[in-house]
């Protein structure tokens, strides 16, 4: 089929013959000056060109190699050629050609008009105007080129052709075809919410095969292995058969290393099984350089366990002919308490998050502070997610996750203004299919045509934490904040479970177990009994003027109080509530305490003096930052207007 012509008609004589040479150089001359250019060396390359080809067509059938080396002399005539559609040279000449000038030479084309449409649209997929010219330049120029088709005319199969050829230059050269294969793919996503594709791309980064993972297991384990992955992706997940491959391949790499030539109905418990457990112990952890966590170590084990169990149980040929493991091979675990992040750093976490750049991140991660969602169902939020309910408040539908359930969070004014600031930042554009189910879905987290990942939201948490001063951490743990907050307020557990989405109560236990009432009530009761046994504690009069009875001297842990002080016992350490709402954003003062405020400054001050006679070290800089934050608050007072 004839290429349709990508620029306004082609220069041609009046009796419809191909334009002859003295067309084409007057058409050429006229292209230069129109961007300030031309010279008598691009005419001398251009008619050096002509005489070899007077029908540039005729280039279009020369090997690779004459091609390539004309282009070094005639780059600008042959990219003339090309924007104007007399030129349409081969998929292989395109992907070795660069094309460093081209925004000089499609202005008034219609391919420019075609690669300013793609870069408007994908500025409004989110793409910055770098990136979106690379794509164009890069991807969408050479595939124009190559078809000689219009924007909303290109197909897959033309991708596709470029991509072969892509591939086919790396197999040749070694000159990788990474960076041309991601921006294709952005550029197809482009398309599709142009409307010009009908779907979107596949990712270009997808998973390895399983015969691939597991190359370096040898024959029969390798066959039985695969086959028993491909079985498990009828009934579970790719991410969790994805990770139940990378446990069994490390159980073939080390039948690998000692007995090539195992299968499952070979296989030794004392031989076998047995020696591989002793090694999980001091098995090396590949992401941390550390050994592997006993958590990881029963998972690997829980895995192979599955796999010897399930294939007896399928009566497959090559199944072990006696049982091989049994429950107590699973080490015991561990029991940490859910890891929630202190007031302070959660506090600071969020100021950091409030003042990022990357906002959608940000603003993705303070919704999950907020809501207490796990990682996966906040990544799976659509824009219908809210639900007003008359008399009842605002709701978030939060869809299926882990546990596949859903469930109702209930939500606040702040949380709707949050949203409604994500849905400014978000990318629009066509419906995309969900990962899990291909329904079309309009995800409230979207960028650049595609659903944010995980990755993106993990890399945000990190700078955020960074910035705020308080470590790594990671996305689940302002899930376990959020349920820690509403244990401290006194939310019921028959609550809690219904706003985590827990499906038993023990799940929901083990927040309960964080601030246990009843151990604090015991705590208390020993704690009077001390007392008694530690001796009154000082209580010196305000009418005592001597510096011996000075509340400030005393041998206890002091804190200044607008109103008063707080003396404790050594042994009881300071108070957990002390200075809290000084410390609090929400407090809020006025010029008229500023006599107060001072006051309470210079008792800190004082404080701190004491706390570092006595090496109190964690006391001086608890009263320091109170100091600090009391000046901050006094400024502030002093610099208010004061309302008329």
Not at 236 to 262: E, I, K, N, Q, W
Not at 277 to 302: C, D
Not at 550 to 563: E, I, P, S
Request: aromatic share 6%.
């Amino acid at each position: 089929m004839p290429r349709a012509a990508v620029n306004a008609k082609p220069p041609e004589p009046q009796d419809g013959s191909p334009a002859g040479p003295a067309e084409l150089i007057a058409a050429y001359h006229a292209h230069l000056a129109s961007s300030g250019r031309g010279s008598p060396a691009y005419t001398y390359w251009a008619r050096t060109f002509l005489r070899r080809w007077p029908d540039p067509r005729d280039f279009e059938r020369e090997p690779l190699a004459v091609q390539l080396d004309v282009s070094r002399t005639s780059a600008p005539f042959i990219t003339f050629l090309l924007v104007t559609g007399i030129l349409h040279p081969g998929w292989e000449y395109l992907v070795h050609r660069k094309f460093s000038s081209i925004w000089r030479d499609v202005p008034g084309t219609v391919i420019g008009e075609d690669l300013d449409a793609f870069i408007t649209a994908a500025r409004g997929c989110g793409y910055s105007q770098r990136v979106a010219s690379a794509m164009a330049s890069q991807v969408i120029a050479r595939v124009l080129f190559a078809t000689g088709k219009r924007l909303t005319d290109l197909g897959h199969d033309d991708f596709d052709a470029l991509a072969v050829a892509g591939l086919a230059r790396q197999a040749a050269t070694g000159r990788t075809w990474k960076h041309y294969r991601a921006t294709a793919t952005g550029a197809k996503t482009v398309l599709y919410h142009l409307g010009v594709l009908p779907a979107l791309p596949e990712p270009f980064e997808q998973r390895w095969p399983f015969a691939r993972r597991l190359a370096h297991v040898p024959e029969p384990m390798h066959t039985i292995l695969v086959r028993y992955l491909q079985h498990k992706t009828v009934t579970c997940r790719p991410a969790t058969v994805s990770s139940l491959a990378t446990r069994l391949a490390s159980f073939g790499a080390y039948l690998a290393g000692t007995d090539p030539d195992a299968t499952p109905a070979t296989l030794d418990r004392c031989a076998h099984i047995e020696p591989w457990m002793a090694s999980l112990t001091t098995a090396a952890n590949t992401k941390s350089g550390g050994v592997l966590s006993v958590p990881e170590q029963a998972r690997r084990i829980l895995a192979v366990a599955n796999f010897l169990t399930e294939i007896t149980e399928w009566d497959w040929p090559e199944a072990p002919t006696r049982r091989l493991m049994f429950p107590s091979d699973n080490p015991r675990l561990p029991q940490p308490l859910p890891r929630f992040l202190p007031p302070d750093a959660d506090r600071h976490l969020t100021e950091a998050l409030e003042a990022s750049p990357h906002r959608l991140a940000a603003d993705a991660l303070l919704l999950q502070r907020a809501c207490g969602l796990r990682i996966g169902e906040l990544l799976d939020l659509e824009l219908d997610a809210v639900i007003d309910l008359p008399g009842s408040g605002s709701w978030l539908k939060v869809p299926l996750g882990k546990l596949d359930t859903e469930r109702m969070v209930p939500i606040d004014a702040q949380i709707l203004a949050l949203i409604d600031r994500i849905t400014t930042h978000r990318s629009p554009g066509r419906t995309i299919p969900h990962p899990r189910t291909g329904r079309p879905a309009d995800f409230l987290f979207t960028a650049h045509g595609h659903r944010i990942g995980q990755n993106r939201l993990r890399k945000e948490l990190d700078r955020a934490a960074k910035s705020a001063g308080i470590g790594h951490v990671t996305p689940h743990q302002l899930r376990h904040t959020y349920a820690t907050a509403l244990v401290n307020a006194g939310v019921s557990l028959q609550a809690l479970m219904a706003i985590l989405g827990h499906v038993s109560a023990e799940m929901s236990l083990r927040y309960g177990h964080l601030f246990d009432t009843t151990v604090r009530a015991e705590y208390e009761r020993a704690l009077e009994l001390a007392k008694q046994t530690i001796g009154a504690l000082p209580n010196p009069s305000e009418a005592t003027s001597s510096a011996g009875d000075d509340w400030r001297t005393t041998a206890t842990v002091k804190t200044a109080l607008a109103g008063g002080y707080c003396l404790r016992a050594p042994a009881q350490g300071p108070c957990s509530y002390a200075n809290i709402c000084e410390h609090c954003p929400s407090f809020h003062t006025t010029a008229a305490y500023i006599p107060v405020l001072t006051a309470q400054r210079d008792d800190a001050a004082a404080l701190v003096q004491d706390a570092t006679t006595r090496g109190w070290d964690a006391e001086t800089e608890r009263h320091l930052r109170l100091i600090n934050r009391l000046t901050t608050l006094i400024d502030e007072a002093a610099t208010r207007p004061t309302a008329m």
